[in-house]
């Protein structure tokens, strides 16, 4: 899912995320493989994370390519605990940015900057249901791109006794442009340390190059 909510390792702990993501737009094709996101507890209340893909990329006509991807790194912190409020309410500020320039200049990643500014948050809603929502404002430099509103949710279920169903719809808003991303997908717990992630969607919204026709993800979680 791209919207994020307040949960956290734990102190100590580690969530690593390794995946591939596949997208499609008008003329691209991309694969990020491996997705590695990583994240660790500092404490009960915040999460470090360091997320670096490795990046394939084809442009309609043109031979691939492939790089290093942009690295997105950022720091979440968890102010409001739902055993306290009966929900649990996190900001995550995150800064993305290309790492290499032989990256930008074979067209894997693109010059420039984002740091986004975000709340989360989460409650169980009884029956086995829990949402999630986020909100925030990205701000963009990179070259004439516009800053842009994010805004997501997230509903989840439990559909057996090691799996949860999810769906998602999340929206990104700058002055001249609006996307929306559906989304549906799943976590099956395979065993206490390792979980299957799996979802799949796609944008809609204004006709544009960079309207993702496709996005899907493929990965597995390791705690510890």
Request: aromatic share 8%; charged share 20%.
């Amino acid at each position: 899912m791209v919207t994020d909510d307040p949960g956290t390792p734990g102190d100590g702990h580690w969530e690593i995320n390794l995946g591939a993501i596949g997208s499609r737009t008008q003329g691209r094709h991309e694969l990020a493989a491996p997705d590695a996101d990583i994240n660790y507890g500092w404490g009960e209340h915040i999460q470090l994370k360091a997320d670096i893909p490795w990046v394939i990329a084809r442009d309609s006509g043109q031979a691939a390519v492939s790089g290093l991807g942009a690295g997105n790194f950022g720091v979440k912190w968890r102010f409001i605990d739902e055993d306290d409020f009966g929900f649990s309410l996190s900001t995550y500020p995150q800064y993305t940015r290309s790492l290499l320039a032989s990256s930008n200049r074979r067209g894997v990643t693109s010059p420039g900057h984002e740091f986004l500014l975000p709340l989360e948050i989460s409650a169980d809603v009884g029956s086995g249901f829990s949402v999630a929502a986020e909100i925030g404002r990205n701000f963009v430099n990179s070259g004439d791109a516009p800053n842009q509103w994010i805004a997501g949710f997230v509903l989840a279920h439990d559909c057996g006794p090691s799996v949860e169903c999810l769906g998602e719809v999340h929206q990104s808003q700058s002055p001249d442009a609006h996307q929306t991303l559906v989304n549906i997908g799943l976590r099956w717990k395979l065993r206490e340390a390792l979980t299957l992630l799996a979802a799949g969607g796609r944008e809609f919204g204004t006709s544009s190059i960079e309207q993702q026709h496709s996005l899907i993800y493929l990965g597995l979680q390791i705690t510890r």
